[in-house]
């Protein structure tokens, strides 16, 4: 048995006729004649009985058609689902992309290895800047999305009340990813290393570098360095015994790998990392941005 066997007994049924199921199948009809016989010598029954009129289907004939019929519904569902696995490993397009400080160095190089990984043929271009400076080339079209982090302190292009999982504003959608704890790093000599956490007040008391984003956790005028190179927080730590509050997700990646300790700050807000688009594109249909979003969402369950 064959399923173009299976095909031509299906359509024999919408035409009921040998000469017009031949055409539609691309096939001479004494072929299609003899694929019927030997489909009935395998079966061991009659299928169909001809006439001048036609052609008409045994009760065993029907009963093959309809076991036919749920056949071909299966073996057309297969073929599409590989169909579309196959072309989604070999799309091709571009996606324009915004990336802010707290993303860059963490959830930023995860997506990117992980689209490679899938997708090698989409391009991913990357713009790294300010969450407010990238909201606005999000409205201007420059980027088509935007990932970045805000705290409830944070003012500007986000309403304080809106820090839900998702929100529109300003015509655009944001959707939570992930929430990233605040810690405070030292080195491992550090005088207060012993403790389980700490404080923002404490901290007021310590000497400090400064995480050099748009989220802080203490006054600019306090720290002795300002930057988002680890390796000069670390140099600061080791040397001045500064500690530096960094989120979760930066300290796993820069600070915990050289022997770095982190304490929680108990009175400090989260970062709340958020995918931003513009409004309702995540409800297109286009399969590159579908790819793009699905991967975000895989890399933002695993942080």
Known sequence: MHINQLKYLVDLAKTG???????????????????????????????LTRSKTGIDFTDDGK???????????????IMHKLQTKYEKQHLRGEVKLGAGPTISDTFLPKLLLKMHQK???????????????????LKSAEV???????????????????????FIHEN????KMYEDPVVCVMAKNHPISSQKDTTQEQ??????TMYGTEIACIAEEQALHISTNARIHQQFMLE????????????????????????????????????????????????????????????????
Do not use: W
């Open 63 to 77: 009963m093959v058609l309809e076991h036919a019929q749920l056949i071909l519904e299966q073996y057309e569902s």
């Open 119 to 137: 997708y090698p043929d989409i391009t991913i271009s990357v713009q790294e800047d300010s969450g407010d400076a990238l909201v606005e080339r």
């Open 172 to 175: 655009l959608y944001y959707k």
């Open 17 to 47: 006729s040998m000469n017009l199921t031949a055409k539609r199948m691309y096939i001479s009809q004494p072929a299609l004649s003899e694929s019927v016989k030997r489909l009935e010598q395998e079966l061991g029954c009659t299928l």
């Open 144 to 166: 088509e999305y935007v990932l970045f982090g805000l705290t409830k302190t944070d003012y500007g292009n986000v309403k304080i009340e809106a820090f839900t999982d998702t």
């Open 240 to 303: 001045e015994g500064t500690v530096c509050a960094v989120p979760y997700q930066a300290y796993l990646t820069h600070y915990a790998p050289k022997g770095f300790l982190a304490k929680n700050i108990t009175d400090s807000e989260p970062i709340y990392n958020y995918l931003v688009c513009r409004k309702n594109i995540e409800e297109e249909e286009d399969i590159i941005h579908q790819a793009f979003l699905k991967t975000v969402q895989e890399i933002a369950l695993g942080m």
């Open 203 to 208: 901290m007021n008391h310590l000497k400090q």
